[in-house]
């Protein structure tokens, strides 16, 4: 799932970007309300992590834009103001979450997978489709109950997929949501990484609609 991580402070946007990367998240980074207001209206995310105090647009500003344009992906609101008519009036404006600085990564980390999940209709950390179980939190998956090493990307793969089971996911979602805006990728990335899933999942797990895209069924209630 891709993040966009909007935070003027280098150190402390790399500290952040780590910590989203090993939590299996790929996320794209802007230091300025312009350029994070333009990303937001023109690219998909699962979620946006945007700071207040922002040059050139500040963050609420950019939220109010957002909003008012029709975007509705989740937002955090992670700033040093702490004030509570501060939080209600960013709430108010369109934002899901607020953490203060100073913050716990882990608790960041938390709040990023419950608004993520929230959005995709999946209020558990634990996902079951066909024989498949995905731990959000713990980073796992199992078939049958046996244990299934996934590399990351192929982790991104699964856990997009099960998180909108039903639904016929493009392989041009995939590719926004699985890659960073600027990481180099070969134009069949998207079928090679569906192929060493299958493999190690089984090969009926991730249907093929050709035309259209990839499906993962979801468990009968």
């Known amino acids: ?60 500003s950019v939220l109010r834009r957002w909003r008012g344009a029709g975007q509705r992906f ?10 509570w008519s501060e939080r209600v009036e960013g709430i108010d404006a369109g934002a899901d979450d607020y953490l203060p600085k100073p913050f716990r990564m882990e608790e960041l980390l938390a709040r990023v997978r419950a608004l993520v999940r929230r ?10 489709c066909g024989g498949v179980r995905l731990d959000t939190c713990r980073m796992t ?4 109950g046996a244990p299934v ?21 493009s392989q041009g979602e995939l590719t926004e949501q699985l890659y960073a805006q600027d990481f180099e990728r070969e134009s069949n990335a998207i079928e090679v990484l569906v192929g060493r899933v299958r493999r190690k999942l089984g090969g009926e797990w991730i249907q093929t609609r050709r035309g259209f895209g990839y499906l993962v069924e979801p468990d009968a209630d």
Do not use: K, N
């Open 74 to 83: 989740p937002v955090l609101i992670l700033t040093a103001r702490g004030e």
């Open 149 to 169: 090493h996934l590399s990351p990307q192929e982790y991104r793969l699964a856990c997009y997929l099960m998180q909108h089971a039903g639904r016929v996911v």
């Open 1 to 60: 799932m891709r993040i966009l991580l909007v935070e003027d402070d280098a150190r402390l946007a790399a500290s952040v970007g780590r910590a989203l990367e090993a939590a299996g998240f790929v996320h794209d980074w802007v230091e300025d309300g312009e350029r994070a207001w333009f990303l937001g209206d023109t690219e998909h995310y699962a979620a946006v992590i945007l700071d207040l105090g922002l040059p050139r647009l500040d963050g609420l």
């Open 141 to 144: 998956v199992t078939r049958d």
């Open 119 to 128: 959005a995709a209709g999946q209020p558990s950390p634990v996902i079951e």
